[in-house]
């Protein structure tokens, strides 16, 4: 229980960095998706609907704060649900490394899942992005809050 509630806090206060500070700020055109490397950094800890709980959640208060709440929750729940599976079906043991090609994973198909509904429900065409630079950036981003996370994660849990 001490757990998923410690997981819950982390999700919520990362979620709301991520709306209020991160997402403000763009390094070399490219913002990292903490939400995303949070949820991705708790799957090997908690089964399937913990997991898709704290997601929706994580969606929840990111979808609501950036004012495009559709497609930034069903991607975000989509890649948690994608995410846990392919942990499960693909790596054996809990690893950085498979956390790592998970987190690049996850950061290309969320991006793709949010450019397809951004251009179907809302006519936004943000392709682009999909295939610059920024979001070769993002990735890398990604991977370097995700060790970070992982830091903490490993003071925390000891």
Sequence with gaps: ???ILNSSIFIIIISIIQVLLIAKIKFWGATPNLSLIAIISIIP???FWKVLILGAVAGIIYGI???NFFPIFI???L?????F???NKFFVEKSFLGLLSLVILATILFNLIFSIISYLFLNENIFN???SWNHLIEILYNILFLT???LFQMVFNE
């Design 45 to 47: 800890f908690f089964n």
């Design 129 to 131: 992005y999909f295939i």
């Design 85 to 87: 599976y392919i942990k």
């Design 1 to 3: 229980m001490k757990k």
């Design 148 to 150: 970070i996370i992982s």
């Design 79 to 83: 890649i948690t649900s994608l995410s």
């Design 65 to 67: 704060f950036s004012f």
């Design 75 to 77: 991607s975000l729940v």
